[in-house]
């Protein structure tokens, strides 16, 4: 079974500009999580979608964005970037229903903002 | 105060010991606990899931957890140089949001 993949996996963009990640889950699962990951902060909630709506979501200013499509492939975006979204984020998935809660990761996007 | 605490280390020891990594945390709601890996440049693995008090054991790694202390511990037998890695407690009330401990770098010397 394939596992969760992102792309881009390296991304530079400056300071103002706008980015748009992608993940794909684990075949069958339908929750996607996201995650920020910095040397400071560690990793971060950012938001859950489980079909196609947005069910968690962490302390992240409006600037932060995801959506979920009917297949459940997953885009994050992040408007108007700030030198502290540089950060490794991190996409997980988790069949979302029951009582079962582990999530696996793919291996990150790792944007740089200058 | 974190929700989760987890001591960053960095923790060396010599392969073939018996590592102990913690975490404590202070949200009695928390039901589900898990330990991820993590290698440089790569996303967290999921290693051990549990849920209640008690011990779940999966080859050399065994998962702890003590509720009335609110305390969490993974054991690591017989390690070896492929374990060196960051390790992270996580743990949720349920649902996917999930609070993280900042992760221990652990380092084993061959």
Known sequence: KAGVTQTPRYLIKTRGQQVTLSCSPISGHRSVSWYQQTPGQGLQFLFEYFSETQRNKGNFPGRFSGRQFSNSRSEMNVSTLELGDSALYLCASGSGVGLSYEQYFGPGTRLTVT | ?110
Do not use: H
């Open chain 2, 1 to 110: 105060q974190k929700e989760v605490e987890q001591d960053p280390g960095p923790l060396s020891v010599p392969e073939g010991a018996i590592v102990s990594l913690n975490c404590t945390y202070s949200n009695s709601a928390f039901q589900y606990f898990m330990w991820y890996r993590q290698y440089s440049r790569k996303g967290p693995e999921l290693l051990m899931y549990t849920y209640s008090s008690g011990n779940k054991e999966d080859g050399r790694f065994t998962a702890q957890v003590d509720k009335s202390s609110k305390y969490i511990s993974l054991f690591i037998r017989d390690s070896q140089p492929s374990d060196s890695a960051t390790y992270l407690c996580a743990m949720t009330a349920g649902g996917f949001k999930t609070i993280f401990g900042a992760g221990t770098r652990l380092f084993v010397k061959a």
